[in-house]
């Protein structure tokens, strides 16, 4: 028997989601809400949401709320046992929760990282282990009674995108499972533990802006990781943003940039052998592949063929 469920969900995240959850069987995705279409762009241009896109393309019937009563309205004249959100960003109302049974995807292991950003969170601060997490919507954000959650490793090359795509494959296969045995109340229930809770922010623009004076060589490629879409990691160079998109950390430069590298200042960059070197208070980091503002994203090498002062610049 196939259970009347709405889905609510936002960005790409949520749209991969969408599109695995609509072929279960035990699911009869009845709608969808989405937050609604935006202007974005220099001409200021509509644009969907990446989940309603992907609803139309299922043709299910989708609804943009603006605000919590709108939520509300739409959601009580609906006929749904079961609701599942992943990224949706609107508050659902404390009222509308008793609508039907309300499921949450979360991107952590619960209740570490509750919040906004718990992928890139994990990515900056340089986790080995990760997960996803399925809970009970309660009036308190991330805090409700976990159903089920498994762990996802995090690999050295991981970034938000691959990361990303291991939490939706992880995610997809507990809720398959969970579905029917959590509405029979087969479940055992978990409450979180609030004094082992931890919280990530909403990500923005200055996220992604190197600090030369506390920022480490770890800490700026995490956050190439964690920031690989957007905001991405940057900093500047005669006053046109550069972006950082490839780097790795090295011990020491060649022996004859060594001793400049000794008197070097934070974020002053350094030419030797056809690589490209910046300063950080822990040492030298290579950067591999980069974009000046403006322009495409290219090479090193590519890029020191076009700089011919490059050498001695200082990034800030």
Known sequence: ??????????????????????????????????APDKKQGRKMQIKKTEVKTVAEELKIPVYTPSTKEEIHTILAGLDFKLAITAAYGLI??????????????HFSLLPKYRGASPIQASLLNGDKVTGVTIFELS?????????????????????????SAKLINKAVILVAALVLPYLKKEIDLQI??????????????????????????????????????WPTTYSYLAGK?????????????????????????????????????????????????LQMEGKNPITAKEFIAGYANLNGSTLG
Do not use: W
């Open 1 to 34: 028997m196939k259970v009347p469920t709405i889905f609510l969900g936002t960005p790409d995240i949520a749209a991969e989601i969408l599109k695995s959850i609509s072929s279960n069987e035990n699911i009869d995705l009845v709608a969808v809400i989405t």
């Open 192 to 229: 979180q533990d609030d004094n082992q809770s931890s919280y990530c922010y909403k990500i923005t623009k200055k996220d992604g802006l190197i600090d030369f004076d506390n920022d480490d060589c770890e800490k700026v490629i995490n956050k190439i990781r964690a920031f690989k879409n």
């Open 92 to 105: 659902i109302p404390e009222k509308t929760l008793d609508l039907a049974k309300f499921l949450n995807i």
């Open 139 to 163: 009036k308190k954000m991330d805090c409700g009674d976990i159903i089920d959650q498994a762990e996802v490793a995090i690999d050295q090359n991981d970034d938000l995108e691959s990361l």
């Open 241 to 289: 943003i550069l972006k950082i998109l490839e780097a790795k950390k090295v011990n020491h430069l060649e022996e004859e940039a060594d001793e400049v590298t000794n008197k070097a200042s934070k974020g002053q960059i350094i030419i030797a052998h056809g690589k490209i070197y910046v300063i950080l208070k822990d040492g030298p980091l290579e950067i591999q592949k």
